[in-house]
């Protein structure tokens, strides 16, 4: 029979307890703690850390930042004050800054869709950002 202190083989045990046991089962314990050892040293050899490919979700935890709560009621807010500066707009103003900024279309196709010229366009898309930059400045 072996005495085997089992503080040195579970993490939960804080202080020292001693406790008899063959010899069979203190030759396990040492060989599982030793191959414990050897997987962790492989490990910070190899900088293997995290694997990427196992699809176990690590890589999109690690590529995409999960907002907080906080965040989320920040971003609701934001959303909501250009909501409405947007809505201040005369409709024309309002549909062209949306068709260019939010849908991403170019000034000459809300040219050629409203049937007026792209400088026209343009005018009305830039007076209508200093309209929303002016109502943001004023209402936050």
Wanted: proline residues 3%.
């Amino acid at each position: 029979m072996t005495t085997i202190n089992l503080k040195d083989f579970y993490p939960w045990y804080m202080t020292d307890e001693y406790i008899e046991v063959s010899d069979e089962v203190a030759a396990e314990l040492r060989a599982s703690k030793l191959a414990e050892a050897a997987y962790a040293e492989r490990v910070r050899y190899n900088k293997a850390y995290y694997s990427l490919d196992c699809d176990d979700g690590i890589e999109y935890s690690a590529c995409v930042h999960e907002p907080s709560p906080q965040e989320l009621v920040e971003r609701m807010e934001r959303f909501y004050h250009m909501w409405n500066a947007l809505n201040s707009l005369p409709e024309i103003q309002g549909r062209r800054v949306d068709a260019h900024l939010i849908l991403g279309k170019t000034y000459r196709e809300i040219a050629r869709e409203e049937g007026t010229d792209k400088s026209v366009v343009r005018r009305s898309v830039l007076r209508g950002l200093e309209t929303m930059k002016k109502y943001l400045r004023k209402n936050l």
